[in-house]
């Protein structure tokens, strides 16, 4: 049973900072490259940062030099710090495998995610 728990989102003003975290079950965390994905109101979910086994990381231009994705595997839990946040920021914030975990059933899954606002 796959298990994603996300936290750490909030209001923040732009320039602040937020560090979110994700508690993944074991099962699908410590061979799976994992990623944080954000969906804004009326726009699609997007992959904003991603990060392998070995740590290789990769980032959405929007965020790169923002944002740092990181994993620690004894911990089964993947961070995004975020830095220097903007309005266009704002939005549920999810992680997930890369790709997206999905049943048998063909449907994906996905926690409850966090949300960050970035507002004055």
């Known amino acids: 049973q796959v298990q994603l728990v996300e936290s750490g989102g909030g209001l923040v003003q732009p320039g602040g900072s937020l560090r979110l975290s994700c508690a993944a079950s074991?099962?699908?965390?410590?061979?799976?490259?994992m990623g944080w994905y954000r969906q804004a109101p009326g726009k699609q979910r997007e992959l904003v940062a991603g990060?392998?086994?070995?740590?290789?990381?990769n980032y959405q231009d929007s965020v790169k030099g923002r944002f740092t994705i990181s994993r620690d595997n004894a911990k089964n839990t993947v961070y995004l710090q975020m830095n220097s946040l903007k309005p266009e920021d704002t939005a549920v914030y999810y992680c997930n495998q890369q790709p997206p975990y999905r049943y048998s059933s063909g449907r994906d899954y996905w926690g409850q995610g966090t949300q960050v606002t970035v507002s004055s």
């Open positions: 074991g099962s699908i965390f410590s061979i799976s490259p």
């Open positions: 990060i392998n086994t070995g740590g290789r990381t």
